[in-house]
């Protein structure tokens, strides 16, 4: 290994950080550094509600709504940049974030990605300027992961050519919706589309909630889903229906319409496959999860190390206080998590580039496997979310537990994350699904049988498209004689083991789902383990390459030394928390597996001085840095 | 295996849990019933000070205040009654548990522990009675957990028979007292004693810091800590002194006094042993905290696996839609989980049981023994509250974001605990040490570097005494054979491997520590994450065995075969998620590794259907339980 420089500039490794987006980067970063607002304290929810209503409507005035919009209707046809400046915003108070994103990214995603010409010219501008505040009103109170079977009905009436949309009942109310409690006009309404008799599956409608006055329009129930564990800030509620009327033209009806007479049509076949397809269109929201999943963690680690920085306890025999980021254990805490956000950070920067290049006509494999990489780095981004902001708080004790110090804060706010925007487990079942029918004809749907469905008829061919697998094998079993550190540290190595990991999971999920017996049910949950691990693993796989990628585009030798090291430690504590699994299946030996712990310790020893460096590369606006343990005297 | 009766009234469960303290558990259970209290929602922080104050006065009209206190002063002379009490508090609202432990388990126990007869006649009924209200003014800005380098001074001066109480900088200023900020007209501040000129370390001093009027006391400068990721209900405050003039009978004088011309004298040599002995009689506060997070635990496992019975998600082939506790995934999430807080509760009672049998007089060995073990089961509980509670929410979906639902509040609240009354880093290096100094000499220093001197000293003599190690890891080896299923239910066979566990980790450490360098802190620090295990696999061992005692004590056949299963789910689930360590020492096999996942799925499908009368069986008062996404329609 070539040894790290003695001191790297963070500045050389911003912008590999930044990447295709670093002028948009630098742009939100400076507006974000200028603006007046700090993370709330202690704020009652109607007062926190106001504030980033306020914030919202700065935030209207420049560019950011309209990134993601076509420039036909005054937006920037920036789909990436739009997923970027969202990430950014997770720097800020996440509740800014989450509004923003309702408005901006589900609502007048949904108008944009679901609607047609007529609906872009009647809302897109509106949406954007704020001049209409909208909800996506998708997840009801019985339904929120199998959003397939959503309840609410939208009921063609020809007579008057109306659709009537209706709640039959309490398990049909929507839930959890953001905008709804004070601040939105509209909703975007998912329901089961009725015509002539007959249910079409769902669709969306965009239906008034609140007439001009604020008032609840008539037959519009809306309920204040009330305080919430964090992001008081948004406006959560419920909306009931009953017999709301709106015009035929509120069917957003891109992807299925309904003639005057009741007729419907769909350029796609089958109620469950259209639906999936539009769902499909709808995974800005899910990309930009994950990103300000990983900015909140960005933030409470750099948060941690700088407190870790300055804290001493406890005495040397010399007298002299130790730095507790001198101790193992609190590398061990804080190290392995920041090299996995490093990881998981140009993960997403993968993603958000395939999001952008990904053209909306682009083949349906394609499609798919965005979707699944969405869903995955979503689950990914956002587990480490809670895992790392729970480490951090307790990594700053009594200090961390204090609202102002931010972290209390960051913890709330993004414990959510890991069950909205689609259940993580529900979205690895999804990732594990579209690998074991590689990718193709699965829609998304998300039902666990499903999954056990399709991996039962198209396993065979898909596991038999891997026998590349046994020679990955052949290699990592080669790599596992001879020296330790050489082997752990050769990154074709680490790549391997993790690819063979992968193939292997895959292949045994593969063999059970197989082992169809009379109850399905039965068989795929007695593999549901494997299952989401699966899911896991792939991910994990994605991951590496990704940090990979990005090395190779560091143009600086002593940021790319140091990059590789955290690279190093992220494959390393990886193969460490699992190794259990390499060792059960003869990938390490024992001694080997020691060896990796071993590794771990050592790479936390190497970058201990660079830690500081590598949190401030982030470069996160100082004003959202500033906790009180970190000023003054650090005792 | 025998097999489980189908139905288990969990009314045979309960009194095995209750223990001996049954008859009092009853009856705090009764008293929490009837109380109108629930968990505040969305209170403002001052609102739910208020509030809990005025439950605190509530609460002092009953026996439990006083259950600790002698007799002679109005108490009830029941300590482990007086532990068992602050637990059942525990299910409530959290905040009014540990405003009443400050009060009455910390302030009090301080002046009934530390001060002698003066003190215990001149306060213990007005604290008992809320007549004095006041902190436990201990931890420091700068010194959290090496207590014994507080910086505050109490400086003797003869001339007026007074100490001089002084907070020399910011690092020294009291740091999160509770009752502090609001509600304390006094505190136990803890400061160094000096006296002709010389330091005698850390004493107690009771120190008044607010007139009647409920101003700050002249000289004395009080913070509030602002609002807290929980315990909103605790008006924790910093506490600085200029030169504040107290009585020389304001010294809690039972460890150490100061005649009236200065002279000091004590029944303990040495500044630091003496310190640690005053700490070692202060443990019923982390007893309790233990005891507490526990009840919080139970309280979050109530709530999730109710809502996971009821709850519905993606439907079967026949239409069925699939109750969520019936998937695997969910069952792994809540069920060992659950069975771990079965364990964790019968070592807890074991504990309190220690606690109260224990004479103040026992030996040294005793009580450090009863130390390592309360500070030992604090971590266990702690950490498994946190991470149990987070997966309480994330199996509650959106619902369990609302704060309506509660588990928000026990999630917030609980989060503290990890790193108060003892960091769980720093309390699992103590319980570490002490295994490696068998005890013998171990005076509570926290410090790690303490760790490594004392253990470099001490260890060969105390590995010396362990040869029957070498017995148990052939036991262990030779039921390495032989079929899976009837090993690894086997009871002994999990205890020996426990067991043997734990004497190889301490080996390990003892090997590794005997390596002394020329730099003692670079020795203890490279062996940090071997010291950490250590003391966690330690306390593993003592939970295990903690649970078979209790099913012994089962006399009812139907509970004691479901106990039976608990137990067997808590040990496997505790050897698979360390299975690479079991692997990496040749304990167990690649086969019965993977043999052990089985297991523990088995577990899982055998224990589902008894997952509500295990959580019934807490008896919580219903009251806090009225989560509404237990009401009504599931959904």
């Known amino acids: 290994m070539p040894s790290l420089p003695a001191d790297v500039d963070p500045r050389t490794l911003t912008p590999v950080l930044d990447g295709r987006w670093a002028a948009l980067r630098a742009e939100v970063r400076a507006r974000m550094a200028a603006e007046p607002y700090r993370d709330p304290v202690g704020l009652a929810v109607e007062a926190h509600r106001a504030l980033v209503f306020d914030q919202l409507q700065a935030l209207a005035t420049t560019d950011v709504p309209g990134l993601g919009f076509d420039k036909a209707y005054g937006g920037g046809g920036d789909i990436g940049g739009s997923v970027v400046s969202f990430e950014m915003l997770g720097f800020g108070d996440l509740s800014l974030m989450v509004k923003a994103g309702v408005q901006w990214g589900l609502f007048g995603g949904a108008v944009q990605l679901l609607g047609t010409r007529p609906h872009h010219e009647r809302y897109l501008r509106r949406i954007k300027d704020l001049d209409l505040l909208g909800c996506f009103a998708m997840t009801e109170h019985g339904h929120g992961s199998d959003v397939q079977h959503l309840r609410t009905t939208a009921t063609y009436d020809p007579d008057t050519a109306e659709f009537v949309v209706h709640t039959p009942d309490r398990a049909a109310t929507k839930e959890y919706i953001g905008n709804a409690a004070r601040d939105g006009h509209a909703a975007v309404v998912f329901a089961q589309l009725i015509t002539h008799g007959e249910a079409r599956g769902v669709h969306a409608f965009m239906v008034p909630i609140r007439d001009p006055d604020g008032r609840a329009a008539p037959g519009v129930l809306i309920e204040d889903c009330g305080p919430k564990a964090g992001l008081n800030g948004v406006d959560n509620g419920r909306l009931a229906f009953d017999h709301v009327r709106v015009p035929r033209e509120a069917l957003l009806n891109r992807f299925g319409d309904v003639a005057p007479d009741g007729t419907y049509s769909s350029p796609i076949e089958g109620d469950a496959r259209r639906f999936f397809t539009m769902l499909g269109t709808l995974i800005r929201g899910r990309v930009s999860v994950g990103g300000s999943a990983g900015s909140a963690t960005k933030r409470a680690l750099t948060l941690a ?331």
């Open 305 to 635: 190390v700088r407190y870790a920085e300055r804290r001493r306890q406890f005495a040397k025999p010399d007298g002299e206080e130790v730095v507790i980021l001198d101790y193992l254990g609190h590398q061990r805490r804080l190290l392995p998590a920041l090299a996995t956000s490093y990881a998981l950070h140009f993960a997403q920067d993968e993603l958000v580039a395939a999001l952008h290049d990904t053209a909306s006509d682009a083949p349906q494999e394609e499609q798919r496997r965005l979707e699944s990489r969405a869903a995955g780095l979503k689950v990914a981004n956002t587990w480490h979310a809670t895992a790392t902001i729970q480490n951090a708080r307790e990594a700053c004790g009594g200090a961390g537990y204090l609202a102002e110090n931010l972290l209390p804060g960051l913890k709330a706010d993004t414990d959510v994350f890991t069950t909205f925007e689609g259940d993580n487990t529900v979205l690895l079942q999804l990732v594990a699904k579209g690998l074991l029918t590689d990718y193709k004809d699965a829609f998304q749907n998300l039902s666990p049988l499903a999954t056990a469905r399709f991996a039962a008829e198209r396993v065979l061919g898909a596991v038999a498209e891997r026998t590349a697998a046994r020679k990955v094998v052949d290699a990592v079993d080669r790599l596992t004689e001879g020296d330790d550190r050489e082997a752990l540290f050769d990154r074709d190595w680490q790549l391997k083991l993790f690819q063979d990991r992968e193939q292997h999971v895959l292949e045994g999920v593969a063999d059970r789902l197989r082992k169809a017996g009379p109850d399905p049910f039965a068989v795929f949950n007695a593999a549901q383990d494997h299952v989401l691990r699966a899911g896991r693993v792939h991910i994990d796989r994605l991951v590496l390459e990704a940090f990979v990628h990005a090395i190779g585009r560091c143009p600086d030798p002593g940021a790319k030394a140091l990059l590789e090291r955290v690279c190093d430690l992220y494959a390393l504590s990886n193969i460490e928390a699992d190794r259990a699994w390499f060792l059960e299946h003869g990938r390490l030996s024992a001694g080997r597996s020691k060896a990796v712990i071993s590794a771990v310790n050592t790479l936390c020893a190497e970058l201990r001085p660079h830690a500081r460096t590598l949190v401030d590369a982030f470069d996160i606006p100082e004003q959202y840095l500033a906790a009180p343990m970190l000023d003054g005297d650090a005792g």
